[in-house]
């Protein structure tokens, strides 16, 4: 059974610095494509980012409104995701989940995702 | 303002047939396939529908989704109480650094 864990998530200053991980298991996650999605309180879906396995590059790529705050990692000898968030806004306060890309044989289907954490909730307040 | 548009609300009765649109442009519904979610209350997003008209294993196939040009759609046929929650439309979008981009998400209320 395929599952994703977030942890780290919590009560951060505006400015301040948070580091949420995701531990995968049920699947061989060093061949998954994995993006973080998140939701504000009460809004919709925003997508964050995503890492491809290293077989595909391990390349990274970023929604707007983080890129050059936020750095996604992934260790695979751990079957971990990571989300390093710096210089954190207000407006990051938001429900963050870890999802894998759906495969059809070896091509990553764009914009689907099926399987999703239970999510993390990171708060940016003063 | 999200990128995609749906309309922000949907209704219908118990065994009733509802359909909820999405509207793009060329660079994500017109030129790449259109992906449906579902987030029941208090749960994370699940998809429901991928590469336009595409059921993953386990969902039912009441949902079916359609495509052509720059819209598409998402339909639910025999609704049932357990069917109200929010869906949301997604593409891939060619334009720089956009990447996936999410319609606003249709609240369904079975009455």
């Known amino acids: 059974e395929v599952q994703l864990v977030e942890s780290g998530g919590g009560l951060v200053k505006p400015g301040g610095s948070l580091r949420l991980s995701c531990a995968a298991s049920?699947?061989?996650?060093?061949?998954?494509?994995m993006s973080w999605v998140r939701q504000a309180p009460g809004k919709g879906l925003e997508w964050v980012g995503r890492i491809k396995s290293k077989t595909d590059g391990g390349t990274t790529d970023y929604a707007a409104p983080v890129k050059g705050r936020f750095t996604i990692s992934r260790d695979d000898s751990k079957n971990t995701l990571y989300l390093q968030m710096n210089s954190l806004k207000t407006e990051d306060t938001a429900v963050y989940y870890c999802?894998?890309?759906?495969?059809?044989?070896?091509?990553?289907?764009?914009?689907?995702?099926?399987?999703w954490g239970q999510g993390t909730l990171v708060t940016v307040s003063s | 303002q999200s990128v995609l548009t749906q309309p922000p609300s949907a209704s219908g009765t118990p065994g009733q047939r509802v359909t909820i649109s999405c509207s793009g442009s060329?660079?994500?519904?017109?030129?790449?396939?259109v992906n449906w979610y579902q987030q029941l209350p208090g749960t994370a997003p699940k998809l429901l529908i991928y590469s336009n008209n595409q059921r993953p294993s386990g969902v039912p196939d009441r949902f079916s989704g359609s495509k052509s040009g720059t819209s598409a759609s998402l339909a639910i046929s025999g609704l049932q109480s357990e069917d109200e929650a929010d869906y949301y439309c997604?593409?891939?979008?060619?334009?720089?650094?956009?990447?996936?981009?999410f319609g606003g998400g249709t609240k369904l209320t079975v009455l």
């Open positions: 997604a593409a891939w979008d060619d334009s720089l650094n956009v990447y996936v981009v």
């Open positions: 060329s660079s994500n519904i017109g030129s790449n396939t």
């Open positions: 049920g699947f061989t996650f060093s061949n998954a494509w």
């Open positions: 999802t894998t890309a759906l495969r059809q044989d070896i091509w990553v289907v764009p914009a689907a995702m099926d399987y």
